[in-house]
């Protein structure tokens, strides 16, 4: 492939100003890349905010830290940010030293390149982890949401062995937008929300719990089948997936009170 097609935007432009290369041949650069770039072992998708309401995000786990690098490279130069989820500590210290700027957390184990995107609604998304255990997948929801301009309220540590913990943030539950529930073992929690609140709600099933939570297809069975109704369930350990049905709920919330 042309390796013109691998120019980032940025560097297309400062191109042309710099008289090296004609107005035409630019057009013709931008145009070609129809919609993505491609790279040694990535091909890498720049439109699909434009599409989707959200960049494509890197999913680390399954890739070296070399493609990693390739993908944040385009991404931070034609979005302007790039985001991994489940980015392991060894690769992150490789991504982080190609780029210094890079912001990894090791809880979630997410890794950004370039500034958080600013706030573009003031309704917070309310974050229930059950137990500590769940935090990794409620922070990878979280930080996914802060990271593309969506502020969020955590609550954790209120499983339903002490419902009452609970319901002392019942004021918290009340003034949310949307609501991502994250729990294992049962899965009890996002029914018992789903019964006394009204808001959007994304259930999240983690991997915790013991032998017969078979690794989080029971509290994800026990979700499916919850009966508080409405209840959106995503996969097994999945709160990237969650941040993101979230982001389509709060965008179609404010662009549809632009319209009025």
């Known amino acids: 492939m042309n390796q013109k097609k691998n120019i980032g935007l940025n560097a297309i432009l400062s191109r042309f100003q710099l008289g090296e290369i004609a107005l035409e041949e630019a057009v013709t650069i931008i145009e070609s890349t129809n919609g993505f770039l491609t790279t040694a072992s990535t091909t890498t998708d720049i439109d699909r905010e434009k599409r989707c309401g959200l960049p494509e995000v890197i999913y680390c786990e399954s890739k070296t830290a070399e493609q990693i690098i390739e993908v944040v490279r385009v991404l931070r130069e034609r979005v302007g940010i790039a985001f991994g989820t489940r980015c392991s500590p060894e690769k992150s210290a490789t991504v982080c030293k190609e780029f210094p700027e890079a912001d990894y957390d090791p809880l ?13 609604t003031e309704i917070r998304t309310g974050i229930i982890a059950a137990g500590t255990s769940d935090l990794p997948v409620a922070e990878e929801a979280a930080r996914t949401l ?24 019942q004021k918290t539950l009340d003034e949310v937008g949307v609501l991502i529930v994250v729990a294992g073992m049962e899965g009890a929690l996002p029914s018992v929300v789903g019964g006394i609140t009204r808001q959007p709600l ?10 017969t939570a078979l690794n989080g297809f029971t509290p994800l069975l026990g979700m499916l089948t919850s009966c508080a109704s409405g209840i959106t369930v995503v996969n097994i350990d999945n709160g990237f997936g969650a941040a993101a049905a979230a982001m389509r709920i709060l965008k179609a919330i404010v662009e549809s009170a632009a319209k009025k």
Request: hydrophobic share 40%; glycine share 12%; no cysteine.
């Open 146 to 169: 802060e990271t593309f301009g969506a502020p969020v309220q955590r609550v954790t540590d209120v499983g339903v062995a002490g419902i009452h913990r609970l319901l002392a943030h």
């Open 202 to 211: 994304i259930a999240v099933p983690t991997s915790v719990g013991y032998g």
């Open 108 to 120: 979630s184990r997410t890794i950004r390149v370039g500034d958080r995107v600013e706030n573009w």
